[in-house]
């Protein structure tokens, strides 16, 4: 079952093509490397994709959904998590998966089994009442996982999950992932970290608004004949317009 599909999704910021005619699928469960240099067009497709913004032509299904007419069923059916956009930094662990719990429409009875649980799977039972703000990123980038994951949607939307934390961190964090991959749910990520894209399954690159390849990391790797992903990202960015 196809989580994402897109056809020819374009969006145009008054003559600037930002995203240029992609076409893509996502299988349900997969996790799906989105990759570009700065400014190659992810965010702008990614909110397309979250059904935040209306792409200028093209076609698109998130979970079954038209991102055009079905914009709310598909907020209702995916989890976000940014670096930027996380968790509420004055309320405590435990605060923060009732709110989100709460403004994902569950009612207090699952919130309440749903966070006892999480709370158990991270380890983090005896620090639930500690505030976020006074928590180290690798944790708190843990929990807003969990979060984004707390209402159990369909698809989990990551942009650039991972920036600033140590490669420790980030292993432990991608167990979370493929965890999550496990148990069903589809991971569409975005990255800067060449070793995380060798752990998803497969993996496309944008290269001004244009995806320019895709396919496993080991299939990219073959067919740019290079030996790290970090090689076939850097052949394809070369080309790049944009800084
Ligand atoms: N609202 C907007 N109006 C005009 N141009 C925009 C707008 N949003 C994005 N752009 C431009 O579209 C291009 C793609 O931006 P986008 O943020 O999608 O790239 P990105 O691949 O996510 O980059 P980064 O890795 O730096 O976040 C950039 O040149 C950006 O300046």
């Known amino acids: 079952m196809k989580a994402i599909e897109t056809k020819n999704i374009t969006k145009k910021f008054g003559n600037f093509l930002a995203v240029d005619h992609i076409s893509f699928e996502v299988f349900k469960g997969e996790i799906f490397g989105f990759l570009g240099a700065n400014g190659a067009g992810k965010t702008t497709a990614m909110r397309m994709l979250c059904g935040l913004l209306k792409p200028t032509s093209g076609e698109g299904r998130v979970a079954g959904y ?5 914009s709310d069923k598909i907020k209702k059916n995916i989890g976000y998590m940014s670096q930027k956009f996380s968790l509420y930094e004055d309320l405590t662990i435990k605060e923060n998966m009732r709110l989100f719990g709460g403004i994902y429409g569950m009612n207090t009875k699952n919130i309440k089994i749903k966070t006892e ?3 158990k799977e991270l380890s983090l039972e005896a620090e639930k009442d500690i505030l976020v703000k006074s928590l180290p990123l690798g944790i708190k980038q843990k929990v807003s996982f969990a979060v984004s994951t707390f209402h159990s949607p369909e698809i989990v939307f990551l942009d ?3 920036g600033g934390v140590d490669p420790i961190a980030r ?8 965890h999550a991959s496990n148990n069903g749910i589809t991971i ?5 970290y060449m070793d995380e894209a060798e752990y998803c399954n497969r993996v496309s690159i944008m290269v001004d608004g244009r995806i320019q390849a895709l396919d496993t990391p080991a299939g990219l790797r073959k067919k740019y004949n290079a030996t790290t992903m970090d090689e076939v990202f850097q052949l394809l960015a070369r080309g790049a317009k944009r800084e």
């Open 117 to 119: 649980q999480l709370l």
């Open 160 to 162: 650039e999950p991972t």
């Open 171 to 178: 292993r432990t964090f991608w167990e979370m992932i493929y």
């Open 188 to 192: 569409f990520v975005t990255t800067h």
């Open 66 to 70: 038209d991102i055009y007419k079905e």
